[in-house]
């Protein structure tokens, strides 16, 4: 069912009032969602910059194994709740490295140290000459690994203790392996080793066929899940060495933002004064779907979250053209349609119809181009392509609805406009 005009202006007017709501500082929350994310060019951070070493790897195997590096990064500093970290391989000194970029991290010592480990799960039963040797079983049949706290004995006051621990799964061919082990060891000792270091020996009680194993003897909860984020994300395929770290203040971010915000919003009056003067009442509703526009794209920003860059701000300052491009096509066929004498509602609908050719396959064009950075870059490029991804489709919908939608209830007791 098709809405009249008014009704359809009501609706917009309610989703502008809740955009508004949603982009204010002290606005309406949502859960993990009550600021909006910046990146380290304009929130600060640190840079850090890891050269590996290859010279263990074959050169058929280069490639392969820096795009592994990244990955694992990638996994554990997601793990961590870094948002919007950009993490890439670059050249330190004529050799392989890897860029990784943190905003906002305070921590930087945890990150260090979440990067730098090489997570290389083993375990060991003892030998007959009672030293510890190793198994086929390792953290490569790992399918989970969950951190969390169990309760224990009661101690001598009567209160039950508990203790933090690593809960793991292993995969059909690790669940037999540890199968064996267990069959093998009963009432003897089973070492679990990270990087070499035992972190675990319990002593077997049964044998356990179902593949889980737990890790005990850890200090905190924090240490348990930071070893679960670990033992998933895997372990690196070539080790690394920190050469160069950055931490970028916040007073260079505060300038960057500022200039930025600063432009933009210049950019955006001498578009609106442009419309206003040229366009006259009709630039006047095109202002008004601006100003919708850009209530609408800052709430989805702070929604999905959007990290906001300098090239993502930049990518919504472009998009303010393209928001307004349609209203400038649709205008001009206006002026074409009144001066051939049709009446206004008749101009109008039928301007909106012959532009819509034009406009769709320009933005369409567009988000193409957006799309490809989006999946073909990394870091600020991606930032860009997504805020203009994003500003392209709100575009869309408040160059064509919300001008239209005004245009006609404007119009539609007026026989003859001029613009």
């Known amino acids: 069912m098709k809405l009249k005009p008014i009704y359809t202006i009501i609706v917009i007017a309610l989703l502008t009032v809740l955009a508004v709501a949603i982009v204010l500082p002290k606005g309406l929350e949502f859960p993990s969602r009550k600021t909006m994310k910046l990146g380290l060019d304009l929130k600060g951070g640190v840079q850090l910059v890891y050269e590996l ?3 263990n790897t074959n050169s058929g195997e280069l490639e392969s194994a ?14 961590l709740g870094v948002s919007e970290p950009s993490i890439q391989t670059t050249q330190v000194g004529g050799k392989p490295g890897v860029l990784v970029e943190l905003p906002g991290v305070t921590d930087v010592e945890q990150a260090k140290n979440m990067i730098g480990k090489t997570a290389q799960l083993t375990f060991k039963e003892q030998g007959s000459d009672g030293k510890f040797v190793s198994t086929d079983l390792n953290g490569s049949h790992l399918t989970k690994a969950v ?10 006051k009567g209160f039950s203790s508990s203790s933090p621990v690593v809960e793991l799964t292993f995969n059909s061919e690790g669940a037999k392996l540890f199968r064996d082990i267990t069959q093998r060891n009963l009432q003897k000792p089973v070492a679990i080793e990270l990087d070499n270091e035992v972190i675990s020996s319990p002593t077997v009680q049964t044998v356990i066929e179902d593949g889980q194993a737990v890790i005990t003897g850890l200090d905190s909860i924090e240490e348990a899940k930071q070893l679960a984020i670990l033992l998933t994300a895997g372990a690196l395929p070539v080790p690394i060495t920190l050469v160069s770290e950055n931490q970028i203040g916040a007073t260079l971010g505060l300038d960057s933002i500022q200039s930025s915000l600063l432009a933009g919003l210049l950019g955006i009056i001498l578009v609106c004064i442009f419309m206003i003067v040229y366009y006259r009442r009709a630039g006047f509703f095109a202002v008004l779907a601006l100003g919708v526009y850009t209530a609408i794209s800052l709430a989805i920003f702070k929604l999905v979250p959007v990290t906001l860059t300098l090239a993502g701000l930049a990518g919504f300052i472009f998009s303010v053209g393209a928001a307004v491009d349609a209203n400038v096509l649709v205008f001009e066929r206006l002026k074409e349609e009144l001066r051939d004498g049709k009446a206004t509602n008749e101009a ?12 769709w396959p320009s933005n369409t064009a567009s988000l193409i181009t957006a799309v490809i950075l989006y999946y073909g870059t990394t870091g600020f490029v991606r930032g860009f392509a997504l805020t203009l991804a994003i500003g392209i489709l709100v575009s869309l919908f408040t160059a064509i ?6 245009l006609r209830v404007w119009c539609k007791n007026i026989k003859r406009v001029t613009i």
């Open 401 to 406: 609805t919300v001008t239209r939608s005004l």
């Open 147 to 156: 951190a969390s706290v169990t309760s224990g004995q009661q101690n001598s």
């Open 53 to 55: 070493d290859t010279s």
């Open 66 to 79: 820096k795009k592994g590096v990244v990955d694992v990064i990638d996994r554990r500093i997601n793990k």
């Open 348 to 359: 109008i609908e039928s301007s909106f119809k012959r532009s819509w050719t034009s406009i």
